[in-house]
């Protein structure tokens, strides 16, 4: 298998997590997307919109992160990834849509005002994002207190999608410019404990060092 992915993209990060999870082998092929790698002719015949990821699983190609997990579930269907029963099937979709629809767009903007130095000037607008992204944290929180995973008794897409983005806003927190936002989150262990224990539980997943960015490595 071919991956085409952007190294610091959670998008691209929960493809990594559940190819290693799967234990699949695949070519991993970094694209910069600051050079507009990912905008080449070859690209956007695989992926006409141009984003990252991208899977070519021979002469099959997939796009969307969520559909490359659930192709990657029905092709290779040992450790899966969208529970065992159909019902929880339907519980870690949803849990799915439900972060990618109301938590995913305040989390970008919360990280990508950091990453981009744009705080100033900004700060009543991110820090409405951040209280709605804690609130939310707060939800997970309860999850993992209850669960080792965030549906079911083990790693499912639901971890793979949602960790590489709380990760990321960890990681944009500790940014000293963000400390009032970053009073909101951090420090996790003590905020949010359940949190920070799948923390750890997800990084000592099997070959998970390969899959993690190298500016977020610890
Ligand atoms: N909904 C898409 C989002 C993909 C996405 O936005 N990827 C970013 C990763 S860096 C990208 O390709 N950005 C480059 C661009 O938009 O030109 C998914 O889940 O795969």
New binding site residues.
């Given amino acids: 298998m071919e991956l085409y992915a952007?190294e610091d993209?959670p998008?691209?990060w929960r493809v990594r997590l559940a190819l290693e999870h799967k234990r699949l082998r695949y070519n991993n092929h970094q694209l910069n997307?600051t050079t507009q790698e990912?905008?080449s002719p070859a690209m956007l015949r695989l992926t006409p919109r141009?984003?990252?990821?991208v899977l070519c699983d021979g002469a099959y190609v997939v796009?969307?992160?969520?559909a490359?997990l659930y192709y990657l579930d029905r092709q290779y269907p040992e450790w899966p990834l969208f529970g065992t029963s159909a019902q929880e099937g339907g519980v870690i979709l949803r849990v799915i849509e439900e972060f990618q629809n109301y938590i995913e767009p305040h989390l970008m903007a919360i990280v990508a005002a950091i990453k981009a130095h744009e705080l100033e000037g900004r700060r009543d607008e991110i820090m409405d994002h951040m209280l709605i992204a804690a609130g939310e944290a707060r939800t997970i929180e309860g999850r993992l207190s209850k669960s080792e995973w965030i549906v079911g008794e083990q790693p499912s897409a639901a971890d793979f999608v949602i960790y590489p983005w709380i990760r990321g806003l960890q990681q944009a927190l500790e940014d000293p410019d963000a400390s009032e936002l970053a009073a909101r989150f951090l420090p996790i262990d003590v905020q949010y404990p359940a949190v920070a224990r799948w923390f750890s539980r997800i990084q000592s997943l099997p070959r998970y060092e390969l899959t993690e960015p190298a500016t977020l490595k610890r």
């Fill in positions: 952007s993209s998008w691209c997307v990912h905008k141009g984003r990252l990821p796009f969307e992160s969520v490359i």
